[in-house]
């Protein structure tokens, strides 16, 4: 039974690009949530998909745009890539939401 | 929203010792506590939850406790071993987004 698995592992791009990250849920579970974790940060919450839709979103701007498809895959979108953007780019997936949330191992994201 | 707060960033313990981290929260909503493992390299792995209905939870080396009343949660681990070096993270949460605290990096000692 496959985890969550996120593409691609590493990704480096130069201030003013534009980034999609992919992200493939636990077998089972409908709803994908986004997180940044800058080095020696705890998580940080981007947004949550469900039903397609985003259900939730955390204090981060419009650059930050997400899509859930119908077999509950998902991408995160950044456009105009900041030097602040570089972090760790973590995908979690749940059965519905307020159920425990498992985390794929992540996008390193470098911006030069 | 939801402040979570996480004590101490750093713990060094002997191996066969136990280790304690705590964790406080602000809102008294968050009715969800779950704890991470973070190896260097690696994704956040769920190794133990709690829901506000409950006190105490373990699993084998692994406790935690939740104080509603005080708004803390604590992580314990006994008789550590030097595969449980890692950082570890709390979060609490009360719908669809879990607020994480700063990690704690434990290391057992050989």
């Known amino acids: 039974d496959a985890g969550v698995t996120q593409s691609p592992t590493h990704l480096i791009k130069t201030r003013g690009q534009q980034v999609t990250l992919r992200c493939s849920p636990k077998s089972g579970h409908d709803t994908v949530s986004w997180y940044q974790q800058a080095l020696g940060q705890g998580p940080q919450f981007i947004f949550q998909y469900y039903e397609e839709e985003e259900r939730q979103r955390g204090n981060f701007p419009d650059r930050f745009s997400g899509h859930q498809f119908p077999n509950y895959s998902s991408e995160l979108n950044v456009n105009a890539l900041l030097l602040g953007d570089s972090a760790l780019y973590l995908c979690a997936s749940s059965l519905s939401s307020n159920q425990p949330q498992h985390f794929g191992d992540g996008t390193r994201l470098s911006i030069l | 929203g939801e402040n979570v707060e996480q004590h101490p960033s750093t713990l060094s313990v002997q191996e066969g010792d136990s280790a304690v981290i705590k964790c406080t929260y602000s809102d008294s909503a968050s009715n969800y506590f779950p704890w991470y493992k973070q190896e260097l390299g690696k994704g956040p792995q769920l190794i133990i939850d709690?829901?506000?209905?409950?006190g105490e939870k373990k699993d084998q080396r692994i406790a935690v406790t939740l104080n509603k009343t005080a708004k803390h949660f604590s992580l314990h681990i006994t008789e550590t071993q030097p595969e449980d070096s890692a950082v570890y993270f709390c979060?609490?949460?009360?719908?669809?987004?879990?607020?994480f605290g700063t990690g704690t990096s434990l290391t057992v000692i050989p």
């Open positions: 709690i829901r506000s209905n409950v």
């Open positions: 979060a609490a949460s009360y719908g669809n987004q879990f607020y």
